[in-house]
């Protein structure tokens, strides 16, 4: 699976931004996906994951404020984000699993895009 993601910028304090995170190579339906982001300061966390069961997953951080969907024709996933924070400053990747569900641990995923720098100004 080859995904590349999208859609990040610069956006003010309470702003949106959705990312997008194309996949290709097979077929995201069969997959577990999810976003994490990464900062200078901090190790790759886990933001949100939408799994083969149609579980989803989410931090409490992104809790009524970030959302994940998938448009499986599109072979795409996206992530709605509102409300956003100077403290949601981050590259923000997408990673996909053909082996698990359900997993926050980066390790479990086989396959990565390359980051998109989200900014959030205050």
């Known amino acids: 699976v080859q995904l590349q993601a999208s859609g990040g910028g610069v956006v003010q304090d309470g702003g949106s931004l959705r990312l997008s995170c194309a996949a290709s190579?097979?077929?995201?339906?069969?997959?577990?996906v999810a976003w994490f982001r990464q900062t200078a300061m901090k190790e790759r966390e886990f933001v949100i994951g939408?799994?083969?069961?149609?579980?989803?997953s989410t931090q409490d951080f992104a809790l009524g404020r970030f959302t994940i969907s998938r448009d499986n024709a599109e072979n795409t996933v996206y992530l709605q984000m509102n409300n956003l924070k100077p403290e949601d400053t981050a590259v923000y990747y997408c990673a996909a699993s053909t082996l698990y569900g359900g997993q926050w641990l980066p390790s479990s995923y086989e396959y990565w895009g390359r980051g998109t720098q989200v900014t959030v100004s205050s």
């Open positions: 190579g097979r077929p995201i339906s069969a997959s577990a």
């Open positions: 939408s799994w083969r069961d149609s579980g989803l």
